[in-house]
């Protein structure tokens, strides 16, 4: 006879930053800048892939290599959120950012990615 198998529901609210026992501001504001960071690693990812140096790319948007590197490795403590946004647009990035009323009686939070904004 074959046990049955049970399902592991995973447990959490989602919001990695929530469940490490941020606010729900403080994690909505680190969620989104690790969204946006992600995005900067894969603009400096596609242009080193087109065939630019870490050092070329480096000088292109006015930083150093070091600085690069630590966007290609994924160091995001030393980056802010208006440095995140200045290097996405450097790369030819679209930024967009929309806001919404919400419900009276619920929290308001922050949807990432393509399209969440809404008309």
Do not use: W
Not at 26 to 40: D, E, G, N, R, V
Request: hydrophobic fraction near 40%; include cysteine.
């Amino acid at each position: 006879m074959r046990r049955q198998e049970k399902k592991i529901k995973p447990v959490g609210s989602g919001n990695f930053f929530l469940d490490m026992g941020h606010s729900p501001e403080a994690a909505a504001l680190l969620s989104l800048k690790s969204y946006l960071f992600m995005q900067l690693q894969d603009a400096a990812g596609d242009a080193i892939n087109s065939g630019r140096t870490q050092q070329q790319l480096a000088k292109e948007l006015s930083t150093t290599q070091p600085i690069l590197s630590n966007i290609l490795n994924g160091k995001m403590s030393s980056f802010t959120l208006d440095r995140i946004f200045n290097l996405l647009l450097k790369l030819k990035r679209n930024v967009h950012v929309c806001t919404t009323v919400t419900l009276a009686k619920r929290r308001a939070e922050v949807f990432l990615g393509k399209d969440k904004c809404v008309g």
